[in-house]
């Protein structure tokens, strides 16, 4: 029986449509332990490579028969051995082509909403990080929020569309990803927006995006209008687009809210981050659909893969927006935090354009979860 190549986007597919997949994880422990694909119907299995070379035999108990069995290692090579092995053993296998390494890079495109005069927002979940980036289009141009790195995604897909980008945001200095923001202006003459107090050491040029400063879209005039809501760091601010969405950045997620420790200043911002969940998201309407940077697990994928929820209901819900007690807030956002992101002062140090790593060093940086919430 023949293994097959499956490849990224078809492997995010079955995370968007919730079907069942069963993996075999052919890494080493930790970094299984640390970050694996994850689906809400799938099932794991993990035997580092090394323990395979004399044969799959002692794991074949282990696996389901009449189910195909994606075998997934780093880069690609040790899952094709392993596929063969159990492949010449009469199971039905895949291996994942390009590995990890693919899987951290894969976008999907969904369409959230539409806009007033016709146009459409578009959400691309980065589904093996967690990371969510937007694109806002109006009669033939766009506007793209939080772009990842890999920035033919987003050019193609305005291309697509019939749409020119001519203004690319960021909602604050990341520290958990590199930012496609700056090429993707560069590539389309597209002004690039920045908060300026995450900006102070940026070494490049950039149009301040500033408290109240609106951004139009289209002849339709479709609006981006700036929130500055501190806390994640200093200069995060939201967006609030067409008057029906937040994007929140990394302010508040669906499950969790944004850590105040990624440039190490979490007693200090602690507060900001209080108050601009406490009470600046509070003056805003419960009905806007907040869209957040990043998500922390499948389960908060909705029904056509995208990442949502009403304000309303995460004031209902959201752990972190439930506290009272301001020093039970402080503890929270300050102490017991999970691991800082992989490389995030060097991400940080790129972002700001001080570093210019290659391809393959920023692919090494970006490995691994993405850890932006408190937990």
Not at 33 to 53: M, Q, S, T, V
Not at 70 to 83: D, H, R, T, Y
Not at 137 to 163: H, K, N, Q
Not at 336 to 355: F, S
Request: hydrophobic share 40%.
């Amino acid at each position: 029986m023949a293994t097959r190549a499956m490849t990224v986007k078809e492997a995010a597919a079955k995370v968007l449509s919730q079907e069942e997949l069963f993996i075999l994880d052919v890494r080493n422990p930790g970094d299984f332990a640390d970050w694996k694909i994850e689906g809400k119907h799938f099932r794991h299995l993990n035997i580092p490579y090394f323990d395979l070379l004399d044969g799959v035999d002692e794991i074949m108990d282990r696996l389901p028969a009449g189910q195909e069995i994606l075998v997934v290692c780093a880069k690609e090579g040790s899952s094709v051995m392993v596929a063969e092995m159990l492949s010449e053993a009469g199971l039905e296998t895949a291996y994942l082509k390009g590995g990890m390494k693919a899987w951290s890079e894969h976008l999907e495109p969904v369409k959230v909403g539409e806009l007033s005069g016709g146009g459409g927002l578009y959400q691309f979940v980065r589904v093996g990080k967690g990371c969510l980036s937007y694109m806002a289009v109006s009669d033939g141009e766009a506007a793209v929020i939080d772009a990842a790195r890999m920035t033919e995604v987003y050019t193609d897909f305005a291309e697509s569309l019939g749409a020119r980008i001519t203004h690319v945001l960021d909602t604050h200095l990341h520290a958990d990803h590199i930012s496609g923001g700056r090429l993707i202006a560069g590539q389309t003459g597209a002004s690039y927006w920045l908060p300026p107090k995450d900006a102070e050491e940026a070494v490049f040029g950039y149009e301040a995006l500033e408290d109240g400063h609106s951004i139009a879209v289209g002849s339709t005039m479709i609006g981006i209008h700036a929130l500055y809501s501190p806390g994640h760091t200093i200069g995060s601010t939201s967006f609030l687009v067409d008057g029906q969405y937040l994007l929140s950045g990394d302010l508040l997620f669906i499950d969790s809210i944004g850590r105040p420790d990624l440039a190490g200043k979490a007693g200090d911002w602690a507060g900001d981050l209080r108050e601009s969940l406490y009470k600046r998201y509070k003056q805003l309407p419960g009905n806007l659909t907040v869209l957040p940077a990043h998500f922390m697990t499948v389960d908060e994928l909705g029904e056509d893969g995208s990442v949502s929820a009403k304000l309303e209901e995460l004031f209902e819900r959201n752990h972190g927006l439930q506290i009272e007690d301001e020093s039970e807030f402080r503890r929270l956002v300050t102490e017991n935090l999970p691991p800082q992101p992989y490389a995030y002062r060097e991400i940080r140090e790129t972002n700001q354009g001080k570093l210019r790593p290659d391809a393959e060093k920023q692919r090494e940086m970006e490995i691994g979860p993405n850890r932006c919430a408190v937990r």
